[in-house]
């Protein structure tokens, strides 16, 4: 024990490794809050599908030669998000089809540009780290890191201050309607908050685990509790400490970062069922 | 409440750790560190070459060498991969008594603890890389 405790105090001294935990921490916190929200709406799988169109958009801004990526990557994020979240009841083609249809033509063609035109010595390790996000949150840069603090201020302000909007809307939609709640506003502004999010977390666990963070939180919380604010609010707290352990886990064990917080994630899981079997609400 | 958190990260470290640090006798020794952690090292060196020029570094990876026509020059290298290969990093490194190669070398992929002094090579492009200089080389 003293010799982990000597090996995680020094790996601490090193600013990248306290970067990671602060971009570790905020991320997995905003996408556990709003991912109460879109575990109850039954848009689980929409993580998935958006990261992959951020990685096409990644291939697009590499291809080009775009310096700061983030310029191309989150708005082509934030409007697919848009038409997937907000075209709702009068799109042709509905829910999971859209997303499923996006996911894998984003992630085809991301593949495909990045072949076609290789601006890398190391195309299999840039897909490998852009997909699994296997160390990118330990090569991140200052600026990235002030990047992902302002995002997620912002995201947190947004979720705090509209919370009661929010509620309504992923509850009932048509009766927030007829409340006078504007939905058409809400839904695109959760839609932006949820792009914004997915993009961040591609760096802590990369593209194909994304959902990860979205949907074990919210689950895990809502085996043990029941009201909207105490699932918020335990999911959040799950999954800080899940990102945390992966995090410690990964650095100091030398596991995959992505896959370490995951398979925390899978534990927490685990042990709120357990809980709510032992308390008898069953599945 | 911070107790307990430590305890359970600590405990969950404890299931996979692979080792214990060592006493500190280089700048910055990466022999000592995870997988991870050499990689996110890696990457530092690599990005900002200016704050570890003269440094001196402790590596192991395993060993791989490059021939390069246009230089005419065969670089030598220590490589640390991940699990599924795809992700490597590495650093070029030169003897300070130079080998004769490939007799005096181990095979590539074999494992290797390198250490020397952190330098930056320039290019004629006006790019670089980073190199560790007077370096001692063994197998592990």
Same mark, same amino acid.
């Given at each position: 024990m003293p010799e982990l405790l000597e090996k995680l105090s020094f790996y601490l001294d090193f600013p990248f490794v306290r970067y990671a935990i602060i971009v570790g921490v905020l991320v997995s916190l905003c996408s556990s809050l709003l991912g109460v929200t879109l575990v109850l709406k039954r848009y689980s799988y929409i993580g998935d599908g958006l990261s992959h169109v951020a990685f096409g958009a990644l291939s697009i801004a590499a291809v080009l030669k775009i310096t700061n990526n983030?310029?191309?990557?989150?708005?082509?994020t934030v409007a697919v998000a848009v038409l997937l979240l907000c075209t709702g009841k009068n799109a042709r083609i509905k829910g999971d089809a859209a997303i499923a249809m996006v996911s894998v033509g984003a992630l085809a063609i991301g593949y495909l540009l990045m072949n076609v035109f290789s601006t890398s010595a190391n195309i299999s390790g840039d897909v490998c780290t852009t997909?699994?996000?296997?160390?990118?949150?330990?090569?991140?840069?200052?600026?990235?890191?002030?990047?992902?603090?302002?995002?997620?201020?912002?995201?947190?302000?947004v979720f705090i201050l509209f919370y009661h909007k929010i509620f309504?809307?992923?509850?009932?939609?048509?009766?927030a309607q007829a409340t006078g709640v504007n939905t058409t506003i809400f839904n695109l502004l959760i839609a932006v908050i949820v792009a914004v999010i997915i993009v961040l977390a591609m760096n802590l666990v990369g593209a194909l685990l994304v959902s990860a963070l979205v949907v074990f939180p919210s689950l895990s919380a809502m085996r043990v509790f029941k009201s909207f604010f105490?699932?918020?609010v335990a999911s959040a707290v799950i999954s800080v400490v899940c990102s945390l352990i992966g995090i410690v886990v990964a650095i100091l064990a030398g596991t995959p970062v992505g896959s370490t917080i995951v398979a925390a994630d899978i534990v927490a899981f685990g042990l709120f069922y357990?809980?709510?079997?032992i308390q008898g609400r069953g599945v | 409440m911070f107790k307990v958190v430590l305890a359970?990260?600590?405990?969950? #470290? #404890?299931?996979? #750790?692979?080792e214990p640090g060592g006493k500190e006798k280089y700048d910055i020794d990466i022999s000592r560190m995870s997988g991870t952690m050499v990689y996110g090292q890696v990457n530092q060196m690599i990005m900002y070459p200016s704050?570890?020029?003269?440094?001196?570094?402790?590596?192991?990876?395993?060993?791989?060498?490059?021939?390069?026509?246009?230089?005419?020059?065969?670089?030598?290298?220590?490589v640390i991969q991940d699990a599924l290969a795809c992700c490597s990093q590495g650093l070029a490194f030169e003897l300070a008594k130079p080998?004769?190669?490939?007799?005096?070398?181990?095979?590539?992929?074999? #494992?290797?603890?390198?250490?020397?002094?952190?330098?930056?090579?320039k290019d004629e492009g006006g790019g670089g890389f980073p190199i560790i200089r007077n370096a001692d080389m063994q197998t592990k």
């Open positions: 983030m310029l191309l990557i989150l708005p082509v997909l699994f996000g296997s160390t990118s949150i330990l090569t991140l840069r200052i600026e990235e890191v002030y990047l992902c603090v302002a995002l997620s201020i912002a995201v947190l302000a309504a809307i992923t509850f009932d939609e048509n009766f105490a699932v918020t357990s809980i709510s079997l | 359970v990260l600590l405990a969950f #470290a #404890a299931l996979f #750790a692979k704050k570890y020029l003269g440094k001196h570094i402790k590596m192991k990876g395993i060993f791989s060498s490059y021939y390069d026509e246009q230089l005419e020059r065969r670089f030598y290298g220590c080998r004769k190669y490939p007799e005096q070398y181990p095979a590539e992929g074999d #494992a290797i603890i390198v250490e020397g002094d952190f330098d930056y090579e």
